[in-house]
């Protein structure tokens, strides 16, 4: 399939997944070395349908987004060192420490809210686009959710509504493999919907709905072209199904990093791929595979995705030393923001 | 004019005036028979009155979105005890939202529900939700007792940049009184002296002022004069309004429909005993739904319900 800007966007939407998976390395450090507690989440193979998606919104659109929304707030411009303090819970943080790695988001990008609990978010993304259509802002709205969120009613109810009420919103079901974790592992089976696939719920209800492979860059940004079309066009909803295979580290509390810092030169050497997690190196990571689309369209070549790899490190690098500068809040501002207006 | 066509006059003045205004079709009327005049209404702003199914859920947090973007949604929920259906949504998403945001997002929602004993609404139909959501930070509650409260506190709430639960009493839609004609607003935060009296201060909102009220006529007939405060919004609180009335009569009966423990009386008697200890001649009492679901036999939901009979009873005790 082919992208819907030809090379030179892939190369730029590839500098955003490299960007967040080089942020997601920082947060895991960053916690390993005790900087910061709570259980958090990293968007670790799924970074292709984030940037992708995301790439295709104007200032005037809206998305919401989930625990696992660091991928989402930097696809969409956040600020990494922002974003960094804010998941240390210090002043300089994007929320000043009220929203912690959960509720990444800033109104400042178009990234209102966001919200930890599973399909919280799914009403919120239709609300804000039907806003926007009641106000005739000519905005549209993005719900990012995983595929567990359909274990929730609230998601049902949004679907529905979205039809009945004509939304312009698109939902996008980042399915990283549901019932991933075996009873073994600690989990449990959580849906009966057949083949681990929640598309058939939208399609019950009429949504156009489509499924692509979440990780294939150039196959999410050529959907999403479209779906992102259809909704302004039609101003109803449509629905991504966008699979992944789960990243070996992503655990239901606690990531491990369990394949390393990623080494891009794999993506050109497949000498570096050792036995252990070589299917993900191999065939599932986004970043390589993007990378080796890249090359193969001649977009750009090893030296070029080296040297873009050293500036988005360094990049991040920054922002962590920006972020680990940025002082605590100060405990007497605790109470601000309860309620809008004056105090009370 | 009736308490409900004083809900509609707000509802329908907002509309009119400002585009922002949006209403989430539901039964302001309930099942008490009333028929309101909403037919102009959906004539004149089609495109902002939508049709809601059953999905408390999902419209909360569809108008909770939209208020983020801008729109001031009215979300007739209906029977209060709904409300729970819906529970994660308001105080988690439109709760939260502007704390979320450091103070960068509002969330300008209402959401109107009738609470209260009514008459045969049993256990699922009869709720006061009112103290729960006290609880919950970022959530402004506005309880009426009056048309003209009803009317100016409904102005208020749409206008309010806070998401806003707004309780009528079920009891309370058929209420006559006095309605100011154009764009009367009741600011929150503004408790009213229902009646005056120096004997014992008697705190009440939404249909226990009513009660209250009854309570004091009683009462006066034996010259006790209680002084009935209406609170009008439990957020913000009239706090001040409360010490003042203390302050005169020494004395405290607060009246409350909500189950007893953590209930609006419980926070009421505790704030005061906390900011007004010396002025207390005696400790304060609550009077409150019996600490029980609400039975459906009308019997049965007598003798859980605070009515006049017990509050004039809690206030003869403080007087011996």
Request: with cysteine; glycine share 12%; hydrophobic share 45%.
């Amino acid at each position: 399939m082919a992208g819907a800007g030809g090379p030179a966007r892939l190369l730029e939407l590839f500098g955003t997944m490299l960007a967040t998976r080089r942020f997601e390395e920082v947060v895991y450090a960053l916690f390993a070395e005790g900087h910061f507690s709570g259980h958090y989440h990293l968007y670790i193979g799924q970074e292709a349908t984030g940037a992708a998606v995301i790439g295709h919104l104007s200032g005037r659109d809206t998305i919401f987004s989930t625990h696992r929304n660091h991928g989402h707030l930097l696809a969409r411009g956040g600020d990494p060192a922002a974003a960094l303090a804010e998941i240390l819970g210090r002043a300089g943080g994007i929320g000043g420490g009220r929203l912690g790695t959960f509720h990444l988001a800033d109104p400042a990008i178009g990234m209102p809210h966001t919200s930890a609990l599973v399909g919280g978010a799914v009403p919120l993304a239709a609300g804000s686009a039907f806003g926007a259509k009641l106000l005739k802002t000519g905005g549209v709205s993005v719900g990012f959710f995983g595929d567990g969120a359909f274990e929730e009613g609230v998601v049902f109810e949004t679907l529905n509504l979205a039809q009945l009420w004509r939304i312009p919103v698109l939902f996008v079901c980042e399915n990283n493999t549901p019932g991933a974790l075996t009873r073994a592992e600690g989990g449990s089976n959580t849906s009966y919907l057949p083949g681990g696939r929640v598309s058939p719920v939208p399609e019950a209800l009429g949504i156009p709905t489509h499924v692509v492979d979440g990780a294939d860059l150039e196959a999410v940004d050529a959907l999403a072209a479209d779906a992102l079309a259809r909704v302004r066009r039609d101003g109803g909803p449509v629905f991504v199904e966008a699979l992944t295979i789960r990243w070996p580290g992503n655990q239901s509390q606690y990531p491990t990093m369990a394949t390393g810092e990623t080494d891009l030169a794999m993506a050109w050497d497949a000498g570096r791929i050792g036995n252990e997690h070589r299917g993900w190196f191999a065939a599932d990571d986004p970043v390589l595979r993007a990378a080796r689309r890249l090359l193969e369209l001649g977009a750009a070549d090893a030296a070029a995705l080296q040297a873009m790899d050293a500036q988005v490190r360094a990049r991040m690098a920054a922002a962590r030393e920006t972020a680990l500068a940025s002082p605590l809040p100060d405990p007497a501002t605790a109470l601000d923001h309860v309620l809008a207006g004056a105090a009370r | 004019m009736t308490y409900s066509e004083a809900l509609l006059g707000a509802i329908v003045e907002a509309m009119d005036e400002d585009e922002r205004v949006a209403l989430v079709w539901g039964s302001l009327g309930g099942v008490s028979g009333i028929k309101l005049d909403f037919g102009s209404l959906r004539d004149r702003h089609a495109d902002r009155i939508v049709d809601p199914p059953i999905s408390e859920a999902g419209i909360v947090g569809i108008a909770t979105g939209a208020a983020m973007a801008g729109l001031r949604p009215i979300v007739p929920i209906g029977t209060g005890s709904f409300l729970f259906r819906a529970w994660d949504q308001l105080i988690h998403e439109a709760g939260g939202a502007h704390y979320m945001s450091n103070g960068r997002v509002t969330a300008p929602l209402v959401i109107h529900i009738r609470h209260g004993m009514r008459g045969g609404g049993g256990v699922q139909h009869s709720q006061s939700p009112q103290a729960m959501l006290w609880n919950a930070p970022g959530i402004e509650i506005a309880m009426p007792s009056t048309p003209a409260d009803a009317k100016g506190l409904m102005r208020t709430a749409i206008f309010s940049d806070n998401p806003t639960v707004f309780l009528d009493h079920q009891m309370l839609l058929r209420r006559e009184g006095p309605v100011p004609d154009g764009k009367h607003a009741v600011p929150f935060g503004k408790a009213a002296v229902a009646r005056p009296g120096r004997d014992v201060t008697v705190v009440a909102a939404s249909l226990q002022v009513v009660a209250a009220l009854a309570a004091a006529a009683t009462l006066a007939a034996d010259g006790i004069e209680a002084e009935v405060i209406d609170l009008r919004s439990l957020v913000p609180l009239d706090q001040e309004a409360i010490l003042n009335s203390v302050g005169r009569t020494g004395r405290l009966v607060v009246a409350d429909e909500c189950a007893p423990r953590c209930s609006i009386a419980s926070e009421i008697a505790a704030t005061v005993a906390e900011k007004g200890f010396d002025l207390l001649k005696k400790a304060p009492v609550r009077v409150n739904r019996l600490p029980s679901h609400v039975a459906s036999s009308p019997v049965l939901e007598d003798a859980l319900r605070p009515d006049a009979g017990r509050i004039a009873a809690a206030v003869r005790g403080l007087m011996d």
